[in-house]
């Protein structure tokens, strides 16, 4: 019968016979995990004698002898003989240390499990009858996957004692444009603190004894300042609580990240970044828009759209090889707009907007320069949307214009 266990190899001798590509392998596992390598060959390849020649494993050009084993903690024997290997086996099995058999896992007495992790969980994968390491494999391997959607439980039942904050960008907002490490904290948490916007519908996927807070921003209306938003990341994190702040987009792309981090940092909670993609990006993309563009648009312009053009953002809306991309600008559109137009840009400039970026309700208004206010009245342009003005915004820069017409609105 076979039981799976976790050995702490940290700082311990770990026997390995036989010194070919398995062998380096395997070396390269066992010294992650902390273990003092000996290596018995007579020759090794030239990454474990890399090895041995900068002092960071002790190697024995030579056959096994018994004796190789006094103080070692574990063994390993992939020499390719199976009578050496059965040799080194029955030795270890004398000195009552545990030996895997790489060349026939099922006359070993220990086999070496398929490993993955997520934050602080280690899942093995070892077969009871006999040795499949393909099998074991592919069964980690659809582990590892469901434990990066963050749907297998991860949280601690003890609190720690010391909590933590993780910024993570969600994204434009459909679910699997998530990054791996953003699902991962995600099924870690103890608290989620969460936007209007970006990867909501992940939410639902989360375990009833999760705090949710909802501290979603909308036009003119912030019912959760600031302020209080980093108040309640520094409590929550301080009572031991595992913290993400889930936020649509990524975390320093107005995002008031900054802010955040200063609050955590200045409170001595420990706080990491998990960037997202921008909605400065993705939303465009989402309307076969790209935001460069080889012999069109070298250079990318990302503005606050509420806010009065800077001189920086009115000459990149002259330059015919910029775009300029404007979040959160509805309100402010006529403003932006008559800037524009006053500083020089031209009047033909292409304008995109792009509107509910990512979702079932997504369309994009085609436009120009001169008619764009008259274009968003006609057409009620809402938040959320994203503003694209530069060539890179043309209607037959990527499909002939009878398709890119078909696919929204102008």
């Not at 062998?23 to 066992?30: D, V």
């Not at 600031?226 to 936020?247: C, P, S, T």
């Amino acid at each position: 019968m076979i039981a799976l266990a976790g050995l702490d190899l940290s700082d311990r001798l770990v026997v390995c016979v036989g010194g070919g590509t398995v062998a380096e392998r395997r070396i390269a596992r066992l010294r992650a995990a902390g273990a003092r390598v000996r290596l018995v060959a007579p020759v090794a390849t030239d990454g474990l004698t890399a090895l041995a020649a900068s002092g960071d494993i002790e190697w024995h050009a030579r056959p096994f002898a018994a004796a190789d084993l006094d103080d070692a903690w574990f063994c390993h024997t992939a020499t390719g003989s199976a009578s050496v290997d059965a040799s080194v086996v029955a030795a270890a099995e004398a000195r009552r240390v545990w030996c895997v058999n790489a060349g026939h896992g099922g006359k070993g007495t220990a086999r070496l499990a398929a490993e993955t992790t997520s934050g602080d969980v280690m899942v093995g994968v070892v077969s009871t009858a006999g040795a499949d390491p393909r099998r074991t494999v592919a069964v980690r391997d659809a582990i590892a996957q469901r434990l990066a959607e963050g749907a297998l439980p991860l949280r601690r039942r003890r609190r720690p004692l010391v909590g933590s904050v993780a910024l993570v960008g969600g994204g434009p907002g459909p679910v699997d444009l998530m990054t791996v490490r953003a699902r991962a904290l995600l099924a870690e948490a103890d608290v989620v603190v969460h936007d209007r916007l970006g990867p909501t519908g992940v939410l639902a996927e989360i375990g009833d004894d999760v705090e949710l807070i909802d501290v979603g921003k909308r036009p003119q209306h912030h019912p959760v300042p600031q302020d209080e938003i980093n108040a309640i990341l520094v409590d929550r994190a301080a009572k031991g609580l595992r913290v993400v702040r889930l936020k649509g987009g990524d975390p320093f792309v107005y995002g008031r990240g900054g802010e955040e981090i200063i609050a955590c940092r200045t409170a001595g909670i420990p706080v990491e970044v998990v960037p997202g993609i921008s909605s400065s990006i993705a939303v465009p993309s989402a309307a076969g828009i790209p935001v460069t563009h080889r012999g069109v648009a070298g250079t990318l312009h990302v503005v606050n759209g509420q806010e009065s053009p800077s001189e920086a953002t009115l000459a990149a809306l002259r330059d015919d090889t910029a775009t300029v991309v404007a979040l959160m600008g509805v309100s402010a559109l006529p403003r932006f707009v008559a800037a524009a137009r006053a500083a020089g840009a031209p009047e033909d400039r292409p304008v995109a907007f792009v509107e509910n970026g990512h979702t079932p309700a997504q369309r994009t208004i085609r436009t120009t320069l001169a008619t764009a206010i008259q274009d968003a009245e006609t057409h009620r342009l809402a938040n959320p949307a994203v503003l694209v003005f530069g060539e890179v915004a043309r209607p037959d820069l990527l499909l002939p214009v009878a398709v890119a017409q078909s696919e929204g609105i102008g």
